[in-house]
C-alpha cells in the first residue's frame, strides 16, 4: 500500500488555483516573517543622519516608543502588494515548468538531462586523453575480468 501512495504523490501535480493558494500563504508567511526587518530598514533609510545611529538603534526605538506591534506597521500594505505579486509569478513558473517536461507537447530537455549531457562529454573527453596521452584504456580498467 505504501508503494501506491509513493507513485500517487510522485505523478500529482497541483492545477492553477490550488498553485496560487499555496503561493498566497508561502507569501504571507514571507511578509509576516520579514516585516519587523523591513519597517526598521525603512524608518532607518528615511530618517535624517542625526536620528539614529544604526539600525539596532532604530530597532530599539521602535519598540519602546510604539511596542511590538509598530515593528509590524505597514504590514496590511505590503500583503496587497507581496502577495498577489508573489502567488502570480510562482503559479506562473511552476505551471510552465510542468508544460515544459519531457514527453509533454513541447518535449524540451530538462536542465538536469541538460548536464548529464555535458558531464557525460567530458567524462568522454577525459578518457581520450588519458588513452591519447598515457596510453590507458579506462574502459578496460574498469571492466570486471571475465
Known sequence: MKEELKVQR?????????????????????VLV???ADTVKTRYQCSSKSEYKNPLVCHKSIVAREGWDGLFKGTVARCLVVIP????TFTIFETL????????????????QELDSVRKSRLLAMQNRLREEYGLDI????????
Open 10 to 30: 510522485e505523478d500529482a501535480c497541483l492545477t492553477g488555483p490550488a498553485l496560487f493558494l499555496a503561493h498566497s500563504i508561502a507569501a504571507l508567511c514571507a
Open 139 to 146: 574502459e578496460r580498467m574498469v571492466r570486471a575480468p571475465q
Open 97 to 112: 515548468q510542468q508544460w515544459l517536461q519531457p514527453g509533454t507537447v513541447l518535449g524540451l530537455k530538462t536542465w538536469q
Open 85 to 88: 505579486l508573489y502567488a502570480l
Open 34 to 36: 520579514s516585516a519587523p
